[in-house]
């Protein structure tokens, strides 16, 4: 097998595998790391390109009862629609007291809430 066709290959089937385990979800351009066990913090592994190398750093959480419109649209799942929801939640009755809360807003359910419990904080 050619190098041009095995490295994609690879790439692909690694890429397959840690989406199956549930550990990488795309945000941004990024891809987010969360090890299964370890110290629970997440991480982003910036796209390489060129075959530069890129260092893993970890991605701050989003809190949700002070990040921008802007903000919570990085969140997946998240559109300028449902940030704007979580804003005038909030707004109108005061900060969430926990992560899960955020499910109070109309619109993000369970399914939702699974793709950003992770990613977002109260603190």
Known sequence: MSRKI???CLCAALLIAGILAGILITVSGSV???PVGGDGKIYSAPRVSG???KTVEEIPKINVNT???SEL???PGI????AGMIIEYREKNGAFLSAQDVMKVSGIGQATYDKIKDLITTE
């Not at 559109?79 to 449902?82: D, T, Y």
Request: no cysteine.
């Open 79 to 82: 559109g300028e629609k449902l």
């Open 73 to 75: 649209t990085q969140l």
């Open 6 to 8: 095995w490295i994609p």
């Open 32 to 34: 987010i790391i969360k």
């Open 67 to 69: 990040a921008t419109r």
């Open 51 to 53: 075959g530069s190398e």
